[in-house]
């Protein structure tokens, strides 16, 4: 979540979430009788003299107060129903009924009469997170079929290089060093620009079969020297998505898990899938067994699925379960989607606890 700004005296804090997690919590935060304000369109249509009439479309700020929020899980959407209260230019607005759909990367303000403090709190979180977020790592993995290059930072994976070896040419060594040349070269690129928008914190890590490894490394030595210097580890990996999910599942990315989210989120998946593996009694599964255990103060970690939250958010049996867990002050993680830890965790029901002590549940 980025914070743009905060209005003391007029009681507003501007944001632009960057995740669909961030847009789970603007859902909690976000209360009936706070008033949003954001942007809309609108045809405007003007006279001529002859009688005929010309469009424009025009863009207006609106507020409106909120009177109904809902969650739309299959386009990973959050929406806000109320009547316009403000409108910036005369288009006849006022006092009508609007929905502000919110998505990643769109920028919305709240504006809370009677609660700033927790707007205001909200707001200091994310500032105080955010230089941690921007802080990530490149991992560039390499084979004999190919190589790819991503990004790990606070907000999550974003790949941004990826070519396969052609299967015609691999058993020819002049087309195979020329074709493996333009892939190293293209990844190599892909790397510089990510160095150049990260700056002079940039750590490049390598992961592959060894021998390909080796070879880029050596690629680096002979074309991209400049690059050599922000390569912060190397090691034998699986490559493609595969070697991605088994570097966070063994734990070799465990030294930037305090800023890395995926990192961190896998190694509390597994951390849960170790003590069930060890001691059954203490794990708490499903939304029944782990609202008693959070009840009863026995939650030492407390795990759920953003998928799951996006479908059951709005019932009141886990937006309660989600109050406990924060008055308890329970280690509370919303794992985030489209990762291994995710699909584990979801295949246990959504939502799961790591106890301080066995129960009977």
Do not use: C
């Not at 409106?64 to 299959?74: F, N």
């Not at 403000?86 to 288009?91: F, H, P, Q, V």
């Amino acid at each position: 979540m980025r914070v743009v700004r905060v209005d003391d005296v007029k009681r507003r804090v501007e944001v632009v979430p960057e995740t669909t997690l961030d847009l789970l919590n603007l859902f909690r935060l976000v209360s009936v009788g706070d008033v949003l304000h954001s942007y809309t369109t609108r045809e405007m249509k003007k006279e001529r003299a002859d009688g005929s009439y010309d469009s424009e479309r025009i863009r207006v700020k609106i507020a409106i107060e909120v009177e109904k929020k809902t969650l739309e899980p299959m386009t990973r959407r959050v929406a806000f129903l109320g009547r316009i209260i403000y409108e910036s230019r005369d288009a006849g607005l006022e006092g009508k009924y609007h929905s502000i759909r919110l998505t990643t990367g769109q920028a919305v303000t709240i504006e809370s009469r009677r609660d700033f403090h927790r707007i205001r709190s909200f707001a200091n979180y994310y500032n105080s997170r955010r230089t941690d977020a921007g802080v990530g790592v490149i991992l560039l993995l390499v084979d004999d079929e190919g190589v790819a290059v991503s990004r790990i930072d606070g907000t999550g994976l974003k790949k941004l290089y990826e070519k396969r070896l052609p299967a015609s040419g691999k058993e020819e060594p002049e087309k195979r060093l020329e074709m493996v040349t333009r892939l190293y070269s293209g990844a190599a690129e892909a790397v510089e620009e990510e160095v150049k928008r990260m700056g002079g914190g940039a750590e490049l890590l390598i992961f592959g079969p060894s021998v390909f490894v080796s070879e880029y490394i050596n690629f680096l030595k002979r074309s991209r020297r400049e690059l050599l210097g922000f390569v912060r580890k190397s090691g034998e990996a699986t490559a493609g998505e595969a070697g991605v999910e088994e570097l966070l599942r063994s734990g070799r990315l465990r030294e930037y898990a305090d800023r890395l989210k995926i990192v961190s989120d896998a190694e509390a998946v597994e951390k849960l899938l170790a003590t069930m593996a060890r001691d059954p009694a203490m794990v708490a599964l499903g939304v029944e067994e782990v609202l008693k255990a959070v009840e009863a103060g026995a939650a030492e970690l407390l795990l759920v699925a953003e998928d799951f939250l996006w479908w059951h958010l709005v019932e009141e049996r886990v937006e309660k379960l989600l109050e406990y867990a924060e008055a308890t002050r329970a280690d509370l993680r919303v794992v985030s989607s489209g990762l291994e830890a995710t699909e584990k965790l979801q295949s246990l029901g959504g939502v799961a606890a790591v106890l301080r002590y066995p129960m009977r549940l």
